[in-house]
């Protein structure tokens, strides 16, 4: 299994550009996730997906940020207009069922300029 | 609300050194505690899964315990090598709720010296 894939593993862009991240799960696992890394606040969780249905997106910063799973093989998140202070490393997990562990993608860094 | 707490921030040992990383959550109400390694600019790798029933879990140098009891989890990692050096973060996952399944610690950086 290739693992969770994420595109692009980098991206520039400036202020006020819309910022579309995609993801790839593990075949089979029926749980998705959207975390933000910095070095202030960590890891934080977005929002997460169960069999392709949002459950939590409390996570989420505010409605500029929108996140989508159309199907159980791809999930996007855009962010709409994107700003400096969204600059952060964006990673994708999923898991399988509730009991297992979670399997990261590389992570998209996103920089706002 | 759950929260995960890593002690020490960060860790600068010799080379061949045993070490310890320790976790502490609050709400024991755990499926399972993972730790994860994290390379600087990298992604995070799965080293150790432990579930809530196991008392710890062992791969290779590494060996993971959890007390669900007192809300702690230890990383023993053995003979430590200067490959070792990385962020080690543990992570809660629990039952649903508005936090999401799975809560991280801010992870404990790891300096190992040749």
């Known amino acids: 299994d290739a693992g969770v894939i994420q595109s692009p593993r980098h991206e520039v862009t400036e202020m006020g550009q819309e910022v579309t991240l995609r993801c790839k799960p593990i075949?089979?696992?029926?749980?998705l996730f959207w975390y933000r890394q910095t070095m202030m606040r960590g890891l934080e969780l977005l929002i997460y997906?169960?069999?392709?249905?949002?459950?939590?997106d409390s996570g989420m910063p505010e409605d500029r940020f929108s996140a989508k799973m159309p199907n159980a093989s791809f999930s996007t998140l855009k962010i709409q207009p994107s700003e400096p202070r969204d600059s952060a490393v964006y990673f994708c997990?999923?898991?399988?069922?509730?009991?297992?562990?979670?399997?990261f993608g590389s992570g998209t860094r996103l920089t706002v300029v | 609300k759950q929260e995960v707490t890593q002690i020490p921030a960060a860790l600068s040992v010799p080379e061949g050194e045993n070490l310890v990383l320790n976790c502490s959550f609050t709400?024991?109400?755990?499926?399972?505690l993972q730790w994860f390694r994290q390379d600087p600019g990298k992604g995070l790798t799965s080293l150790l899964l432990?579930?809530?029933?196991?008392r710890e879990q062992t791969s290779g140098r590494l060996n993971a315990s959890l007390d669900k009891s007192s809300g702690r989890s230890t990383l023993y990692i053995a003979a430590s090598q200067p490959g070792d050096s990385a962020t080690y973060l543990c992570?809660?996952?629990?039952?649903?709720?508005?936090?999401?399944?799975?809560?991280f610690g801010k992870g404990t950086k790891l300096s190992v010296k040749p």
């Open positions: 992570a809660t996952r629990h039952y649903g709720g508005s936090q999401g399944n799975l809560i």
């Open positions: 075949s089979g696992h029926d749980y």
């Open positions: 997906f169960n069999n392709n249905v949002p459950i939590d």
């Open positions: 997990a999923s898991a399988n069922g509730e009991a297992y562990g979670y399997t």
């Open positions: 709400d024991s109400a755990i499926y399972n």
């Open positions: 432990i579930q809530s029933s196991q």
